[in-house]
């Protein structure tokens, strides 16, 4: 008996491993911009596969780009921007979509289909878009607010906040002096740069996600913002308002792509095409109030979205706005050292 005991005890012992290494498998591992979506989804999601969503986060694509080459198979499901995608599809770092598992991506709007990050559109699925612009306190500023030329109006010394970031901010200054976002020009980035350098006393602070809290509570007049976070800060405060200056801007788009070594493939198929559902698309884009790629989303919002011109550009908004692309690794030394000398700057 006790020979059977034992038998039967290691039987069940192995029963229940098992059982817990197929439980352990039902899992996946997003890699997110903090808040960047409404998380009550992932419980939503769980409750309906029984698959647990594990949640990290990224502050930068840089840091994100470093996480993904240095821990394989640690991320299922990642949200880079844009230009990223280009990189991690030249480095082989991220998988081909199997979208016959991802059938809600049909609702795609249609001209975000095969953009230039992802031209074949196999690697990746829209999840928010938006622009970058100025964020003023109307109290504050009282002249049009339709050019980037204003971030250099001594006017408003100590009352700019200007972002953190080398890709917008630069991005801005070369559109503001007639040039291309994505320029390989020596003389032209020199020349963004030299202007930068100049506007650094008007400026209160270089800054990210804290921004939008600063001028919802009236501690500027003017910043540079994408559009969610202009919009948040507007929900705050009645007194600002968001325009995209008519010398052009950065559209952008945060796609949903799986890691090449990804441990959870379909599990992360599974989630996107969750987050593709129209009604979930809906709850995302009004938790965080930046651009849906999903029509029919648009729809079930209707005019609360539609009619915001700040979440919903017009298209000669959009069309003189530009998509940025991937800096070879030549270039992006000279990028770093030039952004380098603007943070140093006295």
Same mark, same amino acid.
């Given at each position: 008996m006790k020979k059977l005991s034992l038998v039967l005890a290691l039987i069940l012992c192995c029963s229940m491993l098992v059982v817990s290494?197929?439980?352990?498998?039902?899992?996946?591992?997003?890699?997110?911009?903090?808040?960047?979506?409404?998380?009550?989804?992932?419980?939503?999601?769980?409750?309906?596969?029984?698959?647990?969503?594990?949640?990290?986060?990224?502050?930068?694509?840089?840091?994100?780009?470093?996480?993904?080459?240095?821990?394989?198979?640690?991320?299922?499901?990642?949200?880079?921007?844009d230009y990223c995608v280009e990189r991690m599809i030249a480095e082989g770092l991220i998988s081909e979509l199997n979208f016959d598992n991802i059938p809600n991506s049909k609702y795609t709007s249609q001209w975000l289909m095969n953009p230039g990050y992802d031209p074949d559109n196999k690697y990746s699925v829209p999840f928010m878009w938006g622009t970058v612009g100025i964020l003023y306190n109307t109290k504050m500023v009282d002249e049009p607010v339709d050019s980037w030329g204003i971030l250099w109006n001594e006017k408003y010394a100590n009352n700019i906040f200007m972002m953190d970031s080398l890709r917008d901010t630069m991005g801005l200054t070369l559109k503001y002096q007639g040039y291309s976002m994505n320029t390989r020009n020596l003389v032209e980035l020199k020349a963004a740069t030299d202007k930068l350098v100049q506007q650094k006393k008007l400026v209160k602070a270089y800054g990210v996600d804290e921004i939008k809290d600063k001028m919802a509570a009236g501690e500027a007049a003017l910043a540079v913002m994408w559009s969610g976070d202009a919009l948040y800060?507007?929900?705050?405060?009645?007194?600002? &308002?968001? $325009?995209?200056? =008519? #010398?052009?801007?950065?559209?952008?788009? %945060?796609?949903?792509?799986? @890691? &090449?070594? $990804?441990?959870? =493939? #379909?599990?992360?198929?599974?989630?996107? %095409?969750?987050?593709?559902? @129209?009604?979930? $698309?809906?709850?995302?884009?009004?938790?965080?109030?930046?651009?849906?790629?999903?029509?029919?989303?648009?729809?079930?919002?209707?005019?609360?979205?539609?009619?915001?011109?700040?979440?919903?550009?017009?298209?000669?908004?959009?069309?003189?706005?530009?998509?940025?692309?991937?800096?070879?690794?030549?270039?992006?030394?000279?990028?770093?050292t030039l952004w380098g000398q603007v943070k140093n700057a006295k």
């Open positions: 290494n197929a439980a352990a498998e039902e899992v996946v591992n997003v890699y997110n911009w903090y808040d960047y979506m409404d998380e009550s989804v992932f419980d939503m999601f769980t409750a309906e596969t029984g698959i647990k969503v594990n949640k990290m986060y990224f502050t930068t694509n840089e840091d994100m780009m470093v996480q993904v080459r240095v821990s394989p198979g640690a991320y299922d499901l990642v949200f880079p921007s800060a507007m929900e705050l405060n009645e007194d600002l &308002a968001y $325009a995209v200056p =008519k #010398e052009g801007s950065n559209i952008w788009v %945060d796609p949903m792509v799986i @890691p &090449a070594t $990804a441990k959870n =493939k #379909e599990n992360a198929e599974k989630l996107i %095409d969750f987050l593709c559902r @129209p009604e979930i $698309a809906k709850m995302n884009c009004e938790y965080i109030w930046y651009s849906s790629p999903n029509s029919a989303a648009i729809e079930l919002m209707g005019e609360d979205y539609t009619a915001n011109s700040t979440i919903n550009p017009a298209q000669d908004v959009i069309e003189r706005c530009e998509w940025f692309h991937d800096i070879p690794d030549t270039f992006l030394t000279v990028y770093n």
